[in-house]
């Protein structure tokens, strides 16, 4: 009995067996996946790229109370054609809080002063880091020399001429006289007056004509020239 239990439990093994193998599984299905390809960049894309400002430099680059003072800002990115600028302006290290465009008036500093500015660069949503200026100093300027033409003068007689100058910085300016030296000219330095005593004998040795060269300095920067003319074609002139 126990061997016809057995004969059958191996038979109905050797079944389960052979169908097993009759049943092939089917091969796991995927979904198809293709590799990803870059979208060509659009203006959207260059859009979204940050603001980033390279240089700020001054125009003039070495200013005087003469000049205003211009901004040039120049991007890493210059695509952007719609880029707007926020500028923030110093002087002394204080802040000029009306100065807000890239231009900063003269009449907001002085000789010796120093300025910078800030700058950001904005584009829609996008806003750029600020960016500082180099610390700029506004240099000293020079003085103008105005010289009227010379009065109708008397020989033997003195010559009377005020010679008158304008400095910008207004510093304090000194006059002399550069040629003809040992005449017998006198200038006072700081009013600008030229004396001058002219005998006969002194006009016969200068010749026909004659021009005096004068020249004015605020001390800092080179002097300004200038000439008047003197004739002596007879002694009265």
């Known amino acids: 009995m126990k061997r016809h239990v057995f004969i059958v439990l191996f038979l ?7 169908c097993g193998k009759g049943k092939e599984q089917p091969a796991p299905q995927y979904p198809s996946h293709e590799k990803n390809v870059a979208a060509p960049a659009t203006s959207a894309a260059d859009a979204r790229k940050p603001l980033r400002i390279g240089s700020v430099d001054f125009s003039p680059a070495a200013p005087t109370v003469l000049d205003d003072v211009a901004a040039v ?8 054609d719609d880029v707007a600028f926020n500028f923030q302006w110093f002087v002394e290290g204080r802040e000029i809080v ?26 829609g949503s996008r806003q750029s880091e600020w960016f500082k ?52 000219i006198a200038m006072d330095p700081r009013t600008g007056v030229l004396s001058w005593r002219l005998t006969e004998e002194l006009v016969k040795n200068l010749g026909e004509s004659i021009e ?5 300095s605020d001390g800092e920067g080179e002097k300004v020239t200038g000439t008047i003319s003197l004739q002596f074609t007879s002694t009265k002139k």
Do not use: H
Not at 12 to 18: A, E, I, S
């Open 12 to 18: 109905f093994v050797l079944v389960l067996t052979f």
């Open 73 to 80: 800002v120049r991007l890493f990115d210059a695509g952007d």
């Open 98 to 123: 009306d100065a807000g465009t890239d231009r900063l008036d003269r009449t907001r500093y002085k000789k010796g002063s120093w300025v910078y500015c800030r700058v950001q660069a904005v584009s």
């Open 133 to 184: 200026s180099d610390l700029v100093r506004v240099l000293n300027s020079l003085p103008t020399l105005q010289l009227e033409p010379v009065v109708d003068f008397s020989v033997p007689g003195d010559i009377q001429y005020q010679a008158a100058a304008t400095d910008p910085d207004g510093d304090d300016l000194t006059f002399e006289v550069l040629s003809p030296l040992d005449q017998g």
């Open 212 to 216: 005096v060269q004068i020249a004015v």
